[in-house]
């Protein structure tokens, strides 16, 4: 099972930035889908997530700005950043929560993508 994200970059405050992530090894189907974010010095943090059939949670800092959506013709979840502030900087993570079975669960992690605004 990966998870290959992609996306990272430099942003000014106010500007857009997309990530995607990419399951494989066929859990894609079977997964809730999430985003992650750290920043220096904090604790990693939900940033939005989305079920298998399409129920999304945000981050009350990202609410309004943030829209999580999943493709499963491409195993793939989206992450469209608008209205980005300094204070989105951190490493971006997507996490699948595999369960192809009732009460059985499997966490995956992506390896990270660092996207940073500058003021």
């Known amino acids: 099972v990966q998870l290959q994200a992609s996306g990272r970059g430099l942003v000014q405050a106010g500007g857009s930035l997309r990530l995607s992530c990419a399951a494989s090894?066929?859990?894609?189907?079977?997964?809730?889908m999430g985003w992650y974010r750290q920043a220096p010095g904090k604790q990693r943090e939900l940033v939005a997530a989305i079920t298998r059939d399409g129920s999304t949670n945000y981050g009350d800092s990202v609410k309004g700005r943030f829209t999580v959506s999943r493709d499963s013709a491409r195993n793939t979840v989206f992450l469209q950043m608008n209205s980005l502030k300094p204070e989105d900087t951190a490493v971006y993570y997507c996490?699948?929560?595999?369960?192809?079975?009732?009460?059985?669960?499997?966490?995956?992690w992506g390896q990270g993508t660092l996207v940073t605004v500058s003021s």
């Open positions: 090894g066929n859990i894609f189907s079977a997964s809730d």
């Open positions: 996490k699948a929560e595999f369960q192809p079975l009732l009460g059985r669960r499997f966490d995956y």
